[in-house]
Structure formats: C-alpha cells, structure tokens
C-alpha cells in the first residue's frame, strides 16, 4: 500500500511538471522565510514609491497554486512598479506561525505601507485573502485598486472576479 501511494505521488508530481513546465520541482528556490516577507512589510512603511508588498501562499505539490506562483514570476517586471512579490510555502512551520489562517492555496495577501488590505467579494466575507487563480489582469485592476483605496485613507477593496 506504501508503495502505491508513493508511486501515485510521483505520478501526480510528473503530470504537474509536465503541465506547468518544470512544476513543483523548482518552486522551492523561490518561496521566502516568513522573516523576510515581515522584514520586507515592515520597510514599506518607508517606501513611498514602492508601498505594497504581495504574498503569494502556495503549496509546491498543488497545482493551481503553482500556477499561480509561476504567473506571479512571470509577471514581476509588470508588477514591479508598485508591489513586491513574494513567494512563501504555506505548508512551512515559520508561515504557518508567522500568518495563521491560511488553508487553501493559492491566497494572495496584500500589504499596504505594513498595513493588511482588507478584501470583499460579492457573497464572500470580508478577508485580508484573495483565494483562487485569478487572471494577471484582473489581479493588476485588483492591485490598482487597493492602491487608489488605501492611499485615499482605506477601506475594503471590492473584487469582481
């Protein structure tokens, strides 16, 4: 029975590494230590041009969140005028005790000047995470937005996607 299941995970890992392109296997370099994600909110206090810090929780062996977090490396020139992006393992103890509540990848949490932005969408409860594999687009209107709320004293930012 071990042994079946240790065949199945493989199985599952390759057909994720084949569908997104090198996969689980290379997500690991990428994803931070909680201390550093709490090193780089804190100096966004300082960083007028550069404010918003975004968190990018995801678990190497789940599928939509490392699409998520390959779209998200791939978008880092575009995002790279206003946000940080950062990748952390939501399965890590660190991440685990350094942001609880965090159950399901991919969640992104945004970050404005050290501050978590609040979310809403229509027939969800109000959240500091955005659950799900959104679109770069959609995404960058949502960042824009939190942006434009947060600076004009803030609020929740309503997301439609």
Not at 22 to 42: K, L, Q, T
Not at 89 to 116: E, H, I, M
Request: charged share 20%; glycine share 8%; aromatic share 6%.
């Amino acid at each position: 029975m071990l042994r079946s299941l240790v065949g199945s995970e493989m199985c599952i890992r390759d057909s994720i590494n084949a569908e997104y392109g090198g996969g689980v296997s290379d997500m690991e370099e990428h994803c931070r230590p909680w201390s550093e994600v709490a090193a780089a909110v804190s100096a966004s206090t300082a960083a007028p041009a550069k404010p918003m810090v975004l968190v990018c929780f995801m678990q190497q062996w789940c599928p939509p969140a490392v699409h998520t977090a390959r779209m998200l490396l791939d978008a880092q020139k575009e995002l790279a005028g206003f946000a940080d992006v950062l990748m952390v393992d939501a399965d890590s103890q660190d991440v685990r005790d350094g942001f609880p509540g965090v159950v399901c990848t991919p969640a992104l949490v945004l970050f404005y000047k050290g501050a978590l932005v609040r979310f809403q969408r229509q027939s969800w409860p109000e959240d500091s995470k955005l659950m799900g594999c959104p679109e770069l687009a959609d995404l960058i209107d949502t960042l824009h937005c939190a942006r434009q709320t947060s600076e004009q004293g803030g609020g929740v930012v309503l997301v439609e996607w």
